[in-house]
C-alpha cells in the first residue's frame, strides 16, 4: 500500500501548570496530528491517524526563541504532508517507515539547514518527532486495510524483508520484529508519574498560583488521588545539593505514602560521571531507602553520543542506566552500549517503525527496556500505551498528561476511562477496538481545526 493523501491539523494546548525541561520552561505546546490515507494496486483505501506533541524544548533545546523553533517544527510538518504522497513508497509500514527515514527524510533535514548556522540547525530528533505523527498514522491505517491489530503486523506473514534487511547482519536472518514482542496477559499497566522541577512537593513551595481546577497539586495528593507506585524524579543535573536535596525529600515522601519505586531524570545537563556516581554513592550511604527505590537512571547526559562519547559503565554499574534523547535509533542504540549503557526508553514520538528497530536490536543484545512520555494527550496517548504493553518494559510505561493538561483529553477520555486517568497506579487500556490502534475515533466527539492548506 502507498500514501495517497494526506490531511495535517494543529492543536494548540495551553499547560495546567509549568513543565521544565533543561534550562527551558514550557506552559503550552502544539500537537500535530494527522490523517493518512492508503491505498493499494486495487484502489482499496484505507484511512489512519497519527499524532504527536511538538515538543520544542525536549527536541530542540537551544537559545534560539522558542517560538522560532516551533514555527520551523510545524513548517516541517506541512513540508512532510506535502511530499509523502509522491515518494512513490509502497510496502509494509516498518518498509516504508525505514526508507522514508533513510532517505526522503535526510533530504529534507538537510534542505533546511543549509542556509541555518550549524548552531541554528534543526536537529535529527525534532526532524524524527515531525515525521512520527504520519509513521504511526502508515502502520494505523495498513493494519486497518488488512482488518488486524497493529501489534498483528509484525511477523513474517506480513513484511517482506526480515529484520537482516534492516540491520545489514546475518544473525537476524528468519527473525521479525514479533520475535521481540510480548504478548500482554493484562490490559493494565503499572504507570509512572513525572515530579517536574518546578512542582511542588511541600506545602512551603506553594506560591499561591497554583490552579484551582480540581485536580492534585502536591505531590502527597497526587499519589493518594491515583495510587501511585512509580515516580520519575526530574533533576537539574548541574547542582548536585538542590539534587541531592531534592531526591531525599522525595524519598521521605515515598517512605511515608508506601511508594516503592523512583528513577531518576538529570535532563541530559552532565558532563562527568562522576557528578551522577557521587548522588547516588551519598545516597547509598546517607538515605539507602531511596537508593534502594532507585529502579534506574535515565539520560543524565548530552544528546549528541558522537559529540560526547562519554564512558558510563562506573555508573551502569551502580544502577541500570538508560538511553533516552540519545537513542534517536538503533545505531545509537548500538553506539551506547558499547560506552555502558545498559537499557532504552522507547518513545513512539522518534517514530513507531524507528522504536521497534531499537526494540529488536536492544533485546537481542540483552539491554532492558522502558516506555517514555512526552507528555502525550489526545490521540498521541493510545500508540504510547500500546508500545509499551507490547514492548516488555522494565516497570510499566510513563504517563503524564493528565498531570499536565487532563482537560485536553476529555472527548479521548469519555471512550476510553482508563487511559486517561491513572486509577491504583495504572492505565487500563481494556476499552481499545480491534483494529489499527483501536481509537475507536468515530465514538470521539472531537471538533478538529480545519486541516491546514494544501494539506487536506
Known sequence: MKVNKVSLFF????????????????????CARTKVTLEDVDGTVSEGWGETPLSVPWVWPSSLDYFERE???????????KVLPSTGLSGHPMETGYDFIEGPLHDMLDTVNADRAESASMP??????????????????????????????????????????????SKFEGKYPAD?????????????????????????????????????????????????????????????????ARLVAVGHICEEESVN????????????????????????DEEPLTYQRILYVEQPFPYDLEANPIDVHSLSARKPLFMDESAHDWRFVKM???????????????????????????????MTLMVQDLTNPMLAQIPHVLLAAHAGTIMGVE??????????????????????????????????????????????????????????
Open 11 to 30: 492543536l494548540p494546548v495551553k499547560m495546567r501548570v509549568p513543565l521544565k525541561f533543561g534550562a527551558q520552561v514550557m506552559e503550552q505546546v502544539v
Open 71 to 81: 514555527d520551523l517544527m510545524k513548517d516541517f510538518c506541512i513540508q512532510l504532508a
Open 124 to 169: 535529527h530528533l525534532a526532524a524524527l518527532v515531525c515525521f512520527s505523527l504520519f509513521d504511526i498514522a502508515i502502520h494505523d491505517a495498513f493494519a486497518k486495510a488488512k482488518g488486524v491489530g497493529v501489534y498483528d503486523l509484525y511477523t513474517k506473514d506480513w513484511m517482506i524483508r526480515d529484520l537482516s534487511q534492516f540491520f545489514g547482519d
Open 180 to 244: 521481540y514482542l510480548v504478548k500482554p496477559e493484562s490490559k493494565k499497566l503499572p504507570v509512572w508519574h513525572l515530579v517536574g522541577g518546578l512542582d511542588p512537593i511541600s506545602k512551603d513551595e506553594l506560591t499561591g498560583n497554583e490552579p484551582d481546577d480540581g485536580y492534585p497539586v502536591l505531590l502527597r495528593d497526587w499519589i493518594r488521588a491515583d495510587g501511585l507506585n512509580c515516580l520519575k524524579i526530574k533533576l537539574r543535573g548541574n547542582d548536585a545539593e538542590w539534587d541531592y
Open 261 to 284: 519505586w523512583l528513577t531518576t531524570d538529570f535532563n541530559c545537563t552532565v558532563m562527568d560521571v562522576e557528578y551522577v556516581n557521587t548522588i547516588l554513592d551519598r545516597l547509598r
Open 336 to 366: 551506547g552500549r558499547d560506552l555502558g549503557w545498559t537499557g532504552v526508553a522507547l518513545k513512539t514520538c522518534k517514530t513507531l517503525t524507528g522504536a521497534l528497530l531499537s526494540l529488536c536490536w536492544a533485546k537481542d543484545h540483552g
Open 399 to 456: 504517563s503524564n498528561g493528565m498531570q499536565f493538561y487532563p482537560a485536553a483529553s476529555a472527548p479521548e477520555e469519555a471512550v476510553h476511562p482508563g487511559l486517561y486517568r491513572r486509577r491504583n497506579g495504572v492505565l487500563d487500556w481494556s476499552t481499545l477496538g480491534t483494529n489499527g490502534f483501536g481509537y475507536c475515533e468515530e465514538k470521539i466527539e472531537r471538533e478538529l481545526p480545519e486541516p491546514v492548506p494544501d494539506t487536506m
